[in-house]
C-alpha cells in the first residue's frame, strides 16, 4: 500500500480524550520509525475489495462477537495462556525487525504454544525458526520481505514438512534464501497435525480454550503503533497494511482478545496487546487453529520423575520433568529394557537424560 504521511500524535491524543481514552498511547519503539519502517513491520497482503466489505461491517462484527460469549461455547468466560493455573506456556515475544514476516512469527509462536499447552509442559523448550518458515517456504511461494504472506500455504507446510528449531536456522530480518537450514533440519523439528480456519468468534474461542492459541491477521491502522496498553479500538490514521499475531485468549468481561505481536517486549503490554471484539478485522480475515502438534526432536536436559510398565513389552512409559509422559520404543522388547534400564539408573541417581521423541515416543536415550 502506498505511504501515507505520518500521523499526528496529537491529534491522536485528542480523538483518544474524545473517545473517553479506550487505551493508552505512548512514545514506542515502533513510534520512533519512519512511516515506512513501520509499514515494513507488517506483512499480510491487503485485498481492497475485501477490507471494504469487513469495515462495514464493523458494528455487527463487534454485536456478533460479543454475543458469542465462551460460555455457549463451553469455554472459560476469559482465558490467558500466560497465566493458566499459576503457569505461563507462552514462548518469549520476538522481533521480526525490518521484514514484513509477520506470518512466519504469527504462525510459529502459536505452534509452540499450542505445543506447550496440549502436552502440558509449560517449561518445555520448544523454539522453532521463522527463519526457515518465511525464507525456506514464503521464498518457494514467491513471498519476500515486501510483500508479505498469509497463515493459510504456512500451515499447510507446517503439517506437510513441519518447521525445525531455531537453532538450525536463527533469524535476521532482510530477504536470504535458505542456503543456511542445517542439512539435519528434517530430524529436528515440529509439525501440525492438522489446522482449520476459524473466521467466528465463538469457535475462535473453543479453540483458544483447547488448543492455547490461534494465529489472526487484522487491519493495521497509525494510530495501533502508538499503543501502550490497554484494550485497542481504531481511533484515528489510515490504514497501513495487515498483520498477523499469535491470539493467546479473551476476556467476555473487558470484550476483548490478548494477543501476541512481533515487534519485541518493548512494545505495548511487555510485546502483548489487547484488542476489542470486532476491531480491525480481527475476527473475519486469515485466522487459522492449529489443532495439535508432533514433535520430532531431540529433548536436553530431562529429569526422570518417575516409569511405568507392566507385563505386555510395548507398555513401557517415562515421566520426563519438563515433557511429560512418553512412551518408549515399543518395538523390541530387548531394547525397551536396556533403556528402561538407563532411566532407572538415571532416575534414582537424580541425572539429566536426553531423549530423542517421535511423536510421543521416546526412540533414542542418551545418559551421563
Not at 147 to 176: C, M, V
Not at 219 to 243: I, P
Amino acid at each position: 500500500m502506498p505511504a501515507s504521511e505520518p500521523l499526528d500524535l496529537g491529534q491522536l491524543r485528542e480523538a483518544l480524550d474524545q473517545a473517553g481514552h479506550p487505551w493508552q498511547m505512548a512514545t514506542t519503539s515502533m513510534t520512533m520509525l519512519t512511516e515506512a519502517q513501520r509499514q515494513v513491520r507488517l506483512g499480510v497482503p491487503v485485498d481492497e475489495t475485501e477490507r471494504a466489505a469487513v469495515e462495514s461491517a464493523h458494528e455487527s462484527n463487534v454485536a456478533a462477537a460479543e454475543q458469542a460469549t465462551a460460555e455457549s461455547v463451553g469455554a472459560p468466560a476469559a482465558f490467558d495462556l500466560r497465566n493458566i493455573g499459576g503457569l505461563n506456556y507462552t514462548t518469549p515475544v520476538k522481533n521480526q525487525g525490518n521484514c514484513g514476516s509477520c506470518v512466519a512469527f504469527g504462525t510459529v509462536a502459536t505452534m509452540e504454544h499450542v505445543t506447550r499447552f496440549g502436552y502440558r509442559a509449560p517449561y518445555l523448550p520448544v523454539d522453532l525458526s521463522e527463519a526457515q518458515a518465511f525464507y525456506c517456504y514464503g521464498r518457494e511461494a514467491g513471498r519476500n520481505c515486501a510483500n508479505g504472506w498469509f497463515p493459510e500455504p504456512l500451515h499447510d507446510k507446517a503439517r506437510d514438512s513441519g518447521i525445525t528449531i531455531d537453532e538450525y536456522f536463527p533469524y535476521t530480518a532482510g530477504d536470504q534464501d535458505c542456503s543456511k537450514l542445517n542439512t539435519d533440519w528434517a530430524n529436528r523439528l515440529v509439525k501440525v497435525r492438522s489446522w482449520q480456519q476459524v473466521n467466528n468468534p465463538a469457535l475462535m474461542k473453543e479453540n483458544i480454550a483447547t488448543y492455547g492459541s490461534i494465529t489472526a491477521c487484522f487491519y493495521v491502522y497509525q494510530d495501533f503503533y502508538s499503543y501502550s496498553s490497554g484494550v485497542y479500538r481504531h481511533t484515528a490514521g489510515n490504514l497501513l497494511g495487515g498483520h498477523c499475531v499469535t491470539l493467546v485468549g479473551y476476556d467476555d468481561a473487558q470484550s476483548c482478545w490478548i494477543a501476541k505481536n512481533s515487534w519485541g517486549p518493548g512494545w505495548g503490554e511487555q510485546g502483548f496487546f489487547r484488542i476489542g471484539y470486532g476491531e480491525c478485522g480481527i475476527e473475519s480475515w486469515h485466522n487459522v487453529a492449529a489443532l495439535g502438534t508432533l514433535i520430532h526432536n531431540w529433548l536436553p536436559d530431562q529429569r526422570i520423575l518417575a516409569l511405568w510398565s507392566n507385563e505386555v513389552d510395548a507398555n513401557v512409559y517415562a515421566y520426563a520433568e519438563l515433557r511429560g509422559w512418553l512412551s518408549l520404543n515399543g518395538a523390541v522388547g530387548a531394547t525397551d529394557a536396556s533403556m528402561l534400564a538407563e532411566l532407572a539408573a538415571s532416575k534414582a541417581s537424580g541425572a539429566k537424560v536426553g531423549i530423542y521423541e517421535d511423536n510421543g515416543t521416546a526412540q533414542q536415550i542418551y545418559a551421563w
